[in-house]
């Protein structure tokens, strides 16, 4: 490995480091500023997989929540690619009596965010 080479991916390496830090600054920013709104409840970011990464919100309503919602979410991205294979989902609202919950898809990851619907 030549000297060259190393500083290269040195390089490389620090520039995709600080891009992913720039995202992960934005991300929370946008987190912050969904949560300060009135009525607000919690979010979660949930990966791929179904497992919650950042959360706003207590250890068991957060795994209930993530799980539930990756599931309802695959199963209505599957209703609406049968539908139409040339669509895809883009955002999920469900309303109860309690709550509204609102699911923003991702290729990577869904944003989860509840709230309380009559403050909102």
Excluded at 34 to 50: F, L, R, W
Excluded at 51 to 60: E, K, M
Excluded at 104 to 109: I, L, S, V
Aim: hydrophobic letters at 35%; a neutral charge; glycine letters at 4%.
């Amino acid at each position: 490995v030549s000297t060259q080479s190393t500083g290269k991916t040195f390089i490389n390496y620090n520039v995709k480091l600080f891009i992913e830090l720039e995202i992960m600054s934005e991300v929370e920013e946008t987190l912050k500023r969904i949560q300060s709104h009135k009525g607000v409840i919690g979010t979660i970011v949930v990966n791929q997989e179904g497992i919650p990464i950042r959360t706003t919100l207590d250890n068991s309503t957060t795994v209930q929540y993530s799980g539930l919602y990756h599931q309802l979410t695959s199963k209505a991205r599957s209703v609406v690619r049968d539908i139409d294979p040339q669509n895809d989902l883009t955002f999920l609202r469900i309303r109860s009596k309690k709550h509204e919950i609102m699911v923003a898809p991702d290729k990577e990851y869904l944003l989860i965010v509840i709230q309380n619907p009559t403050e909102s």
